[in-house]
């Protein structure tokens, strides 16, 4: 069989706005591939959502927000299908058979679990959405069959327990039902360092520069980044490797010169850290711009979000019940009773 060249990915509407983490290791690569494969599949991920968010309003609005950025930032509708995971029923029905070929000892080293195991030291009160949510996701993808799943690196090791799911089960039936999946990680921009200079940038650890927040939030969050920790006043010489402001202006100044001249004058002791962080906002708000503009634009008539999600689902829904119908028929879930 033909299969056509295809790339899937997801996003969690978990809160607040994307961050240029998300951007450069994912977001940013997606709508680049969108252009560069046959189909690409692209879905907010609204049941994964439901491990932490609560509140029905924030719910909807971190979906909504998550289609505007999406938008805003260059998905392109007639290119990539854009969707919702709780619209294609086929994800949970999936999940629910994928679950039988994935062992719990296997699940326990999760990174999702594990480091939720760190932070609240009671593993009884784990909540089994985020326990299972390694086999929503091994879902999520092999409904699609793609060859790649562009994400970033936090991810890789979710997309090898997709694989090892989806041999585990092409095994017991003796068919190649699911193609495995490769991880697409950027090298450069795979794991993007917090603010805090320490973790990966996450939306919930705090330590991120949004991408869409108004020019104050964006301003404390540069002004409040950690830069060279032995550098006590502005003469002294600093390093620039492995400091995160230096890497952000790598990412986002479009100004090489600028960039090479700041390295040099922090490199001699010739620059404060405040013109440092201030020519990185400069060149956040010149590089976002026309998508900070854009989504203010879209964000007065929902209707074309609206519009594009349905289109998306429907979609979505054909390609992915077809898959599930094949493994109702190769398990046996489909037989002449039917
Ligand atoms: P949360 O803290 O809720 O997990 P997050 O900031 O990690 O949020 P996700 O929604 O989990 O964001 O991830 C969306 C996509 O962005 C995923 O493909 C993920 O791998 C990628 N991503 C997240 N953070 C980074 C980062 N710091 N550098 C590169 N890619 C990232
Ligand atoms: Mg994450």
Redesign the pocket.
């Known amino acids: 069989m033909n299969i056509p060249k295809r790339v899937l ?1 997801g ?2 509407p ?2 607040d706005s994307l ?1 240029i ?2 951007y ?4 940013k690569p997606q709508i680049e591939l969108q252009n560069q494969v046959d189909q690409a599949y692209y879905f907010i991920a609204d049941l994964h959502a439901l491990t932490t968010v609560r509140d029905r309003a924030q719910l909807e609005q971190n979906i909504t927000g998550v289609v505007l950025d999406y938008l805003a930032l260059g998905l392109n509708p007639k290119k990539a299908v854009f969707f919702r995971q709780s619209q294609v029923p086929a994800h949970s029905q999936l999940a629910v058979i994928l679950a039988n070929f994935i062992s719990y000892g296997q699940m326990q080293r999760m990174h999702a679990f594990k480091d939720k195991l760190q932070k609240d030291a009671d593993v009884g009160s784990i909540n089994m959405g985020l326990f299972n949510y390694p086999i929503l996701m091994a879902a999520d993808i092999l409904l699609y069959k793609p060859f790649g799943v562009p ?5 890789r090791q979710h997309v090898e327990l997709t694989r090892d799911i989806a041999e585990n089960f092409n095994k017991a039936y003796n068919q190649e039902v699911f193609p495995l999946p490769e991880p697409l990680i950027r090298t450069e ?6 603010t805090d200079g320490q973790r ?6 705090k330590n ?1 520069i949004a991408i869409f927040e108004d020019e104050a939030v964006i301003r404390k969050q540069i002004m409040s980044s950690y830069t060279d920790p032995n550098r006590k006043s502005a003469t002294d010489p600093g390093t620039v490797e492995g400091n995160p402001i230096f890497m952000y202006h790598d990412l986002i100044n479009d100004n090489v010169a600028e960039v090479e001249d700041l390295k040099s004058r922090y490199r001699s002791g010739k620059v404060g850290d405040v013109e440092v962080k201030e020519k990185l906002l400069a060149a956040h708000l010149q590089r976002f711009g026309a998508a900070r503009q854009r989504r203010q634009e879209l964000e007065q008539d929902l209707s074309l979000a609206k519009e594009i999600l349905a289109t998306g689902a429907a979609q979505a829904n054909l390609l992915a019940q077809e898959t599930l119908e094949q493994v109702y028929k190769v398990t046996g879930l489909t037989n002449h009773l039917n």
């Open positions: 990915s996003i969690t978990s809160g961050h983490g998300n450069f290791g994912a977001v994400v970033g690196e936090d991810q921009t795979g794991k993007i360092i917090g990966k940038m996450s939306k919930s650890l991120t």
